[in-house]
């Protein structure tokens, strides 16, 4: 991993298919499709289809917080659970909670 004044710099690294860290363990402040009032952190968004991939992937209903979420090697790691297991640490340093907000 590489540092610029200590924040890991981005990567384009590809979502890996079936992991949905992003999609399980944050909370989503804003509404989502049959989800008004969003989502609370470490459950699954209803929109995961049984393969872990969002059925909302491409369409205009998608929230901007999900479309806007790149994935990153400092927080996915290199498998599903790297990716869960820094999503909890996030969860526990961030005052129990990690919330996402679209820009």
Not at 61 to 85: I, L, N, Q, Y
């Amino acid at each position: 991993m590489f540092l610029l004044n200590n924040l890991p710099l981005p990567t384009n690294m590809e979502c890996r298919k079936g992991c949905a860290a992003c999609c399980i363990y944050p909370s989503i402040s804003t509404p989502l499709p049959g989800l008004p009032n969003g989502k609370p952190s470490m459950m699954p968004c209803p929109h995961l289809n049984d393969d872990k991939l969002c059925s909302l992937f491409g369409k205009p209903e998608r929230p901007a917080v999900c479309s806007g979420f790149k994935p990153e090697e400092w927080m996915c790691g290199s498998s599903e659970t790297d990716a869960a297991t820094n999503f909890k640490w996030l969860l526990k340093e961030k005052t129990g909670v990690i919330e996402l907000k679209a820009h």
